[in-house]
């Protein structure tokens, strides 16, 4: 499977670069997978900012309201009661709530490989010699991505985050950057066009292949 490939200068290259089967092109059975990895990825970025005070946290409230009987109303020992206005609250958020959920490796890699074969089957995966900005200049990034057709969303997988990258792109709207072993599955379902560098198609690849499964040994006689 090939793809379309351009130089550092944004020309059409001569030899299209390949995309490993294996990572590129699997069947994608489980569809529920992607979901999972999607959801997954957002929880485990989640913070339990809020916290609220139960009735033994809220101040005040030592003293009983109103004796226990003949007044004709209910009941009560303290204001701080949950169903009084400024008192508790009953089962808030503590601060302490955890929402991460886990996913095993082998899970994970299989709906990065799904989303990536997503995007190879929509031809939304772009292949770039190298990123080299002089001076992180953000116009040499925008001049670049226009030409090779790359306006939209984008994600740029890259084998190294440079410094001169960073500045280059830091300010263009909706284009992100990620090393190549840290690309996963939201990030490649929220891009409308991929771009890869040459060597960061080459470092995913070796991640995300399928690792063979040795032959059993044979019985000594």
């Known amino acids: 499977m090939s793809v379309a490939t351009y130089t550092k200068a944004g020309a059409k290259a001569t030899t299209p670069a390949k995309l490993d089967k294996t990572v590129f092109a699997v069947e994608i059975k489980n569809h529920e997978?992607?979901?999972?990895?999607?959801?997954?990825?957002?929880?485990?970025?989640?913070?339990s900012a809020g916290n609220t005070k139960t009735r033994g946290l809220v101040s005040g409230g030592g003293?009983?309201?109103?004796?226990?009987?003949?007044?004709?109303?209910?009941?009560?020992?303290?204001?701080?009661?949950?169903?009084?206005?400024?008192?508790?609250?009953?089962?808030?958020?503590?601060?302490?709530?955890?929402?991460?959920?886990?996913?095993?490796?082998?899970?994970?890699?299989?709906?990065i490989r799904q989303a990536l074969t997503t995007m190879a089957e929509a031809n939304k995966i772009i292949v770039v010699e190298s990123l080299q900005f002089k001076d992180g200049k953000t116009s040499e990034a925008v001049k670049l991505l226009a030409k090779i057709g790359a306006t939209k969303n984008t994600l740029i997988v890259v084998e190294d985050k440079s410094d001169d990258i960073m500045r280059a792109t830091a300010n263009i709207?909706?284009?992100?950057?990620?090393?190549?072993?840290?690309?996963?599955?939201?990030?490649?379902?929220?891009?409308?066009?991929?771009?890869?560098?040459?060597?960061a198609l080459k470092d995913v690849?070796?991640?995300?292949?399928?690792k063979a499964k040795a032959a059993p040994k044979k019985a000594e006689a």
């Open 33 to 47: 997978l992607l979901k999972s990895a999607y959801v997954a990825y957002l929880a485990n970025g989640r913070t």
């Open 63 to 111: 003293r009983k309201p109103w004796k226990q009987k003949g007044t004709g109303r209910a009941r009560f020992g303290s204001s701080r009661n949950p169903i009084w206005r400024g008192g508790g609250v009953v089962f808030g958020p503590t601060g302490n709530e955890n929402y991460s959920h886990k996913m095993n490796v082998t899970a994970k890699r299989q709906a």
């Open 173 to 199: 709207q909706k284009v992100q950057v990620v090393q190549a072993n840290y690309v996963n599955t939201y990030d490649v379902m929220n891009a409308d066009c991929i771009v890869m560098t040459a060597q």
């Open 205 to 210: 690849t070796v991640w995300l292949a399928p």
